[in-house]
């Protein structure tokens, strides 16, 4: 296992945008108050009984310098940036470093699908003119698209990872900066809804016919949701929170089943600790991977267990938000950073009774404690994990 502690890296600025609300107040009033932004299920061709994170608002089509990339994926995107001054904050980067010397790292799992599905709805014989797979349904999408709204002209690059993808892009572009290649990032994420998405989680029985219940006794399976969050990434001694630390494993256990025992997910947060050069006993909260689904849950009891003990709260904030897929890892790393700043523990939406096999700290209520760190869990199919060690210095 390759590890080594790492120089912190200022995250200098953020902002994410979900089914609770666009930008950071209010997420975070919803998460303060309690009130989870699910719903049952109305997206359009569906009829699944289950419950949905949709964002408000994205029957916008983007700026006409940009159609050849307008997609309900890169709307999402739009309404994202436009939240909490980061398009201003991002764009002085190109003041203090030079166009050349910014690179943009995006993550998503299934990019601008649900364009693709329009198109083969209206046209099962040929694609419409107003169709481009590039530009839209294209895993790269993303990533160009925030690239040229910012006009940025260095490294380029999404990574698809399943649920894990937004957090990778946090050591894709830590890796980055260090190599030289560039000396500041734009990090992120975007996952939007399609029906490729819900049924395919219906097929594979995952969906909850109610709204998720991560680490409960009677828990069903997960809730899909949608986001879209930004953050940057430079050297800012100066800064107040910081990306101390992340690790990466990959299990090669099973296509869809997590390592029973949570093996891969243990050594990515151990990793992640050596490079924050922190101790266990120094994690003050744990945002948890926390699906819903009985197997995922339970093998990420055990790696928390294995690689930080069993004493630190920790919850699942999917239960507000749904799973976002490839917008999890940077929608919760920016809640673990509010809970930074707040000094609040949000709890695990809809747990009524933990289950009896979960041995470690599920927060059942909210709560108020100063924290310095926090330690952020994102585990996709196919055994890709990542961990994300955030605080102040």
């Given at each position: 296992?390759?590890?080594?502690?790492?120089?912190?890296?200022?995250i200098?600025?953020?902002?994410?945008?979900?089914?609770?609300?666009?930008?950071?107040?209010?997420?975070w009033?919803?998460?303060?108050?309690?009130?989870?932004g699910?719903?049952?299920?109305?997206?359009?061709?569906?009829?699944?009984?289950?419950?949905?994170?949709?964002?408000?608002?994205?029957?916008?089509?983007?700026?006409?310098?940009?159609?050849?990339?307008?997609?309900?994926n890169?709307?999402l995107?739009?309404?994202?940036?436009?939240?909490?001054?980061?398009?201003?904050?991002?764009?002085?980067?190109?003041?203090?470093?030079?166009?050349?010397?910014?690179?943009?790292?995006?993550?998503?799992?299934?990019?601008?699908?649900?364009?693709?599905?329009?198109?083969?709805?209206?046209?099962?014989?040929?694609?419409?003119?107003?169709?481009?797979?590039?530009?839209?349904?294209?895993?790269?999408?993303?990533?160009?698209?925030?690239?040229?709204?910012?006009?940025?002209?260095?490294?380029?690059?999404?990574?698809?990872?399943?649920c894990?993808?937004?957090?990778?892009?946090?050591?894709?572009?830590?890796?980055?900066?260090?190599?030289?290649?560039?000396?500041?990032?734009?990090?992120?994420?975007?996952?939007?809804?399609?029906?490729?998405?819900?049924?395919?989680?219906?097929s594979?029985?995952?969906?909850?016919?109610d709204?998720?219940?991560?680490?409960?006794?009677?828990?069903?399976?997960?809730?899909?949701?949608?986001?879209?969050?930004?953050?940057?990434?430079?050297?800012?001694?100066?800064?107040?929170?910081?990306?101390?630390?992340?690790?990466?494993?990959?299990?090669?256990?099973?296509?869809?089943?997590?390592?029973?025992?949570?093996?891969?997910?243990?050594?990515?947060?151990?990793?992640?600790?050596?490079?924050?050069?922190?101790?266990?006993?120094?994690?003050?909260?744990?945002?948890?991977?926390?699906?819903?689904?009985?197997?995922?849950?339970?093998?990420?009891?055990?790696?928390?267990?294995?690689?930080?003990?069993?004493?630190?709260?920790?919850?699942?904030?999917?239960?507000?938000?749904?799973?976002?897929?490839?917008?999890?890892?940077?929608?919760?790393?920016?809640?673990?950073?509010?809970?930074?700043?707040?000094?609040?523990?949000?709890?695990?939406?809809?747990?009524?009774?933990?289950?009896?096999?979960?041995?470690?700290?599920?927060?059942?209520?909210?709560?108020?404690?100063?924290?310095?760190?926090?330690?952020?869990?994102?585990?996709?199919?196919?055994?890709?994990?990542?961990?994300?060690?955030?605080?102040?210095?």
């Amino acid at each position: 296992m390759i590890s080594g502690k790492m120089n912190p890296l200022a995250i200098s600025h953020f902002t994410y945008t979900s089914c609770l609300g666009a930008g950071n107040l209010e997420n975070w009033q919803a998460i303060e108050s309690g009130n989870s932004g699910l719903k049952p299920c109305d997206f359009p061709n569906t009829d699944l009984p289950t419950w949905i994170g949709e964002v408000d608002h994205l029957d916008i089509r983007l700026p006409h310098q940009w159609q050849e990339y307008d997609c309900r994926n890169n709307r999402l995107a739009w309404v994202a940036l436009n939240q909490d001054g980061f398009i201003s904050r991002a764009n002085k980067l190109k003041e203090k470093y030079g166009a050349d010397r910014i690179g943009v790292f995006m993550g998503t799992s299934t990019s601008g699908i649900y364009q693709s599905e329009l198109a083969y709805m209206e046209s099962s014989s040929h694609l419409p003119d107003w169709y481009h797979l590039s530009t839209t349904h294209n895993i790269s999408s993303i990533s160009k698209f925030v690239q040229k709204v910012f006009s940025f002209r260095g490294p380029c690059l999404s990574i698809s990872t399943a649920c894990s993808s937004s957090a990778k892009v946090f050591a894709s572009a830590q890796r980055a900066i260090v190599s030289g290649l560039c000396d500041a990032a734009i990090v992120g994420g975007v996952d939007s809804l399609c029906l490729t998405t819900l049924y395919g989680f219906h097929s594979l029985q995952l969906l909850s016919t109610d709204p998720c219940q991560p680490f409960d006794q009677s828990r069903k399976g997960i809730s899909i949701g949608e986001a879209g969050g930004f953050a940057i990434l430079e050297k800012n001694p100066e800064a107040d929170l910081f990306l101390l630390g992340f690790g990466e494993s990959s299990d090669a256990y099973h296509m869809s089943s997590p390592h029973p025992e949570g093996e891969g997910a243990a050594m990515a947060m151990t990793m992640a600790l050596q490079k924050a050069n922190l101790e266990k006993e120094s994690i003050d909260y744990i945002n948890l991977h926390g699906t819903g689904t009985i197997a995922n849950d339970a093998a990420e009891s055990i790696a928390v267990s294995t690689a930080v003990g069993n004493e630190t709260p920790a919850s699942s904030t999917k239960g507000w938000t749904g799973h976002t897929l490839g917008a999890a890892g940077v929608i919760e790393a920016c809640i673990c950073l509010q809970a930074i700043e707040n000094n609040f523990l949000p709890k695990n939406q809809n747990i009524n009774t933990v289950d009896a096999n979960t041995n470690i700290h599920i927060l059942q209520q909210s709560m108020r404690k100063k924290i310095r760190t926090a330690l952020s869990n994102s585990f996709g199919f196919g055994g890709s994990n990542a961990s994300l060690v955030l605080g102040k210095r």
